[in-house]
């Protein structure tokens, strides 16, 4: 089955800088790429997704980047904000199967 | 347009019993997963339901199962429950068709002891 790696788990920046959290999935059939944030006690929250037919995407403050030869996929967010600070999760899917790396705890310092 | 709903809130069960959770589907979605996840942990796809059939699995055993019902509702149900049960379980509609997806509802604490 599917394996997504997600790194790092803990990411600390200055408020305004840019933060990277890396994934890596093992499956070529994987063809949707979902990002989301989940805040303390709440439910999972969408932010971006790609397709693999797309190389990047953005959407304001985030984008996202996808290598299909690689098997790896990138969340960038820019000029960063102390309400950023959450778990922030990718993963892989096939459309009838997801796959969720481990998580990576965000924290903007103000 | 209503959001994805999940009862009970909260759910306290003993070593062996049966549970039974819920979902309401978001308005106009066919498609719900479920999920577990455990605390500091990533969601965990246990199976997909697209008009009422399953359509994708991951790896649990059997005692997990689940409906789906006309209205697109779902229900996921674990027999025998085990101590590594104790965990958050979360649903996702999507609104199939091709489109991916998914809004997760709020959860359900199940707490095995």
């Known amino acids: 089955g599917e394996n997504v790696e997600q790194h790092p788990s803990t990411l600390s920046v200055q408020e305004g800088d840019s933060a990277v959290i890396k994934c890596t999935y093992s499956d070529s059939a994987s063809n949707y790429f979902p990002w989301y944030k989940q805040e303390l006690g709440k439910r999972p929250q969408l932010i971006i997704d790609i397709r693999s037919n797309v190389g990047e995407k953005k959407d304001q403050r985030i984008a996202v980047t996808l290598n299909k030869t690689a098997k790896h996929f990138s969340l960038h967010i820019t000029e960063t904000q102390p309400e950023d600070s959450a778990v922030y999760f990718c993963a892989a899917s096939t459309g009838n199967q997801f796959y969720f790396g481990t998580g990576t705890s965000l924290t903007v310092i103000p | 347009e209503t959001g994805v709903t999940q009862s009970p809130t909260h759910l306290i069960k003993t070593r062996g019993q049966q549970v039974t959770l819920r979902c309401s589907s978001q308005s106009g979605h066919n498609t719900v997963s479920w999920y577990q996840q455990a605390l500091g942990q990533g969601p965990q796809f246990i199976f997909q339901?697209?008009?009422?059939?399953?359509?994708g699995r991951g790896n649990f055993p059997p005692r997990f199962s689940g409906l789906q019902f006309p209205n697109y509702s779902s229900e996921l149900n674990v027999n025998a429950l085990e101590l590594d049960d104790s965990a958050l379980y979360l649903c996702?509609?999507?609104?199939?068709?091709?489109?991916?997806?998914?809004?997760f509802g709020p959860g359900t604490r199940l707490t095995v002891t």
């Open positions: 339901y697209y008009r009422e059939e399953e359509n």
């Open positions: 996702a509609s999507s609104p199939g068709g091709g489109s991916y997806e998914q809004y």
